[in-house]
Structures are given as structure tokens and as C-alpha cells.
């Protein structure tokens, strides 16, 4: 039997952290111990795995004896605060927030992609952003065959995006408008119900927001393409889960939409849905619950020489956190890191 591993998971009661729990269980990662390390206003409550309840422990400095991997998803500053206990207490943190990942020792890994990057880890790897991850899975084959020049992205990125109470705050305005009742308005700048607002995470000066420039910054350290030209425009939308990007891509080298379409049918953790004839085309709400990347609406783009226009969409809790993060955690175990 291979070595089977001590895992906390830090912000477990989630909406990224309870994913964790369900993946570690579905791809039987091989697990000796489970911690669930939540705030104070989770004591007292318990979570299950592998078939028996574990109690909520609240966190803190103590946490993390005898912890060998700690999949933190409990929000930047938690990480930045708690990261010195973990590497005091020898484990391997893989994190999920957005705390680290543009620091020079630390990769920032979507195991379909660069996985070999693990190997260069001091005890912190980290987890892209969720649409980050969900554009590069497939724009990575698009890359090894033609070289893209550039790439405009602009994402539809569901209310869980913005963790647990984003869900439920568009639940909520669901409810509120159905009874008539005035809708309230809390974790987003504004209504989200029968809106869309291009504003995620903070403005700077020159007019982007963060979550943009983490998807430009983000991207180029993943591919190792630290020149690649790439923009992106963010924006919240009223679906529940998965996030879905408008994708225009330049390529070097002129690729067909067929040649595209067979690039990406055999891409790991893609899959094409692509039928116009019979309506067929990645959505959030099915798209919602699965591992891979869908991509669909693949057409050569008119108005330039060389471009792609395509439709992605993905399960952002899924494939754009808690699972690429466990894969990481596969990687680790799989190559001995840890
Ligand atoms: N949601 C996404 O689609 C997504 C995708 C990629 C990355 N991320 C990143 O993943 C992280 C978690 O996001 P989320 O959406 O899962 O957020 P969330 O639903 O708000 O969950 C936050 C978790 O952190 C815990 N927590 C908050 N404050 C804490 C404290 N002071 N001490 C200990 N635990 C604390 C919460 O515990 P309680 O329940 O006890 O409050 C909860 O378990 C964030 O860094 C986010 O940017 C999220």
C-alpha cells in the first residue's frame, strides 16, 4: 500500500471546502486522517467522510500537528496569517486563495498543464483563480500546436464565485422577488437577480479590476509565457454555479476550426460539445457537477487572419478550485514531494 497522508482542510464548511471533502472521497485520495478546520461560527457542527461524522475543529496556531498536506480555501488573508503555523508544523500547504501565487518561489499549478512545477515547491503551492483555470485547460493544446499570439476573455462567473453567501444571496433575491418583498443586497455591488455587473473583486487606477489582472498575470506565469498578450473583461452574472468565458484566440500558425475541434477531443480534462445542428453547446447549468472543461461554439473567427472564437464553460468549485487543487495533491503524492 502507498503512503496515505494527514489532511487538513482549512475553510471546510465552504463552498470550495466542502467540494474538497467530496473529491478527496470520490477519487479516493489516500487519506489516513481528515481535519475540517472552519471559524468559530462553525463549532459544534460536524461534517461527514468515508461514512462517519468528524467534528468542525475551530482554527487555529495548534492546528496543524501531525498535518501533512493542508488544502487552505478559507480566503486570502486567513492564509497569510496561518501559513507560518503550517510550515512550522512541516506540512505541505496547497492554497486555494489568491494569497501567493504570483510570488516567485511558489508554482502556481494546473496539473494538466505544469505539473512538473510541484517539484520547485518550499511548502506552499498554489491554486490559480477559477477562471484562470478554466481558460487555460484547453487554451494549453491550442498553444502546443499553433502558438497563440493573443487572447480576449470575457467571463459570465456565477454568484458562488463569490463563495457560500453569494449563492444564497441570489437565492435569497429569488425568494424576495417572488413574494414581492425588497430585495436585499450584500456580498455584491449590486442586485444580482435580473442583472449582470462587470465588477469583480477591486478597481485599479488604469481601469481593470483584480480579478482581470489575475487572469492576465495568472495565465502568463502558467504557461511560462511571461510576454504572452492576453485581456480580460469580468463579469457577474445570475447563475448559481460554473463560470463561462467569450474566448478569442490568435494563433501563429492559421488552425482550422475542425483542427481545433480534434486538438481539443483529445486534450486531458476537455470535452467538446460542440453540435450546432442539434443544439448542442456548453451551458452552467449542466455544465455544473462535472471535472472536465467544456468548450463548444468553435468557429474561425472572420474578421482576422488567424483567430478562433470559442464558448467554455466549467464547474469553478470543481475543476476551478477544490479539484484541480486535490490533483495538485495527486501530483505531490504521486511524485513523492511529500
Ligand atoms: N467560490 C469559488 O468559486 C472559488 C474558486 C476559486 C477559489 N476560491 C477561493 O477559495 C477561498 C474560499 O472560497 P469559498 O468560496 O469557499 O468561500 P466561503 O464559501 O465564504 O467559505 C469560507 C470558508 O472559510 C472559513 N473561514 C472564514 N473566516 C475564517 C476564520 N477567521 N477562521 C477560520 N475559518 C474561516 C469559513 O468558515 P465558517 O463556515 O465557519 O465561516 C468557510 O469554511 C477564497 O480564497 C476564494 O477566493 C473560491
Not at 495565465?219 to 457577474?236: C, D, F, L, N, Y
Not at 492559421?254 to 483529445?266: F, G, H, I, S
Request: aromatic content about 6%.
Amino acid at each position: 500500500m502507498g503512503k496515505e497522508y494527514n489532511v487538513a482542510i482549512m475553510g471546510a464548511t465552504g463552498a470550495v471546502g466542502e467540494i474538497m471533502r467530496d473529491i478527496l472521497e470520490e477519487r479516493k485520495f489516500p487519506v489516513k486522517d481528515i481535519k475540517f478546520l472552519a471559524s468559530a461560527r462553525s463549532k459544534g457542527k460536524k461534517m461527514s467522510f468515508q461514512g462517519r461524522e468528524v467534528d468542525i475543529e475551530v482554527l487555529g496556531e495548534d492546528s496543524f500537528k501531525g498535518v501533512d498536506i493542508v488544502l487552505a480555501s478559507a480566503g486570502a488573508s486567513i492564509s497569510k496569517d496561518y501559513v507560518k503555523h503550517i510550515l512550522d508544523a512541516k506540512a505541505l500547504i496547497i492554497d486555494n486563495s489568491s494569497a501567493f501565487r504570483m510570488d516567485d518561489d511558489v508554482p502556481l499549478v494546473i496539473p494538466e498543464i505544469n505539473p512538473e512545477d510541484c517539484g520547485l515547491n518550499k511548502g506552499i503551492i498554489a491554486n490559480p483563480n477559477c477562471s484562470t483555470i478554466i481558460l487555460l485547460v484547453p487554451l494549453k493544446p491550442i498553444h502546443d500546436a499553433a502558438k497563440i499570439t493573443r487572447v480576449v476573455v470575457s467571463t459570465y462567473q456565477a454568484t458562488s464565485g463569490a463563495g457560500a453567501k453569494g449563492m444564497a444571496e441570489l437565492e435569497q433575491q429569488i425568494r424576495d422577488y417572488a413574494a414581492g418583498s425588497a430585495l436585499k443586497v450584500d456580498k455584491f455591488a449590486y442586485q444580482i437577480l435580473h442583472n449582470l455587473i462587470p465588477h469583480i473583486d477591486v478597481f485599479f487606477e488604469d481601469g481593470y479590476t483584480k480579478e482581470e489582472m489575475k487572469m492576465v498575470n495568472e495565465s502568463r506565469k502558467i504557461m511560462h509565457e511571461p510576454g504572452m498578450r492576453i485581456t480580460a473583461t469580468t463579469v457577474r452574472v445570475p447563475c448559481l454555479r460554473s463560470h463561462s468565458e467569450s474566448v478569442n484566440v490568435e494563433t501563429e500558425k492559421k488552425l482550422t476550426a475542425k483542427e481545433v475541434r480534434d486538438l481539443l477531443e483529445k486534450a486531458p480534462g476537455v470535452t467538446v460539445e460542440d453540435d450546432i445542428h442539434n443544439k448542442k453547446y456548453p451551458m452552467p447549468f449542466y455544465v455544473s457537477g462535472k471535472d472536465d472543461v467544456y468548450v463548444g461554439r468553435i468557429r474561425e473567427d472572420f474578421s482576422a487572419d488567424k483567430a478562433i472564437n470559442m464558448w467554455i464553460v466549467g464547474d469553478q468549485l470543481r475543476k476551478g478550485a477544490a479539484l484541480n487543487a486535490v490533483q495538485i495533491a495527486e501530483v505531490v503524492a504521486r511524485e513523492g514531494l511529500k
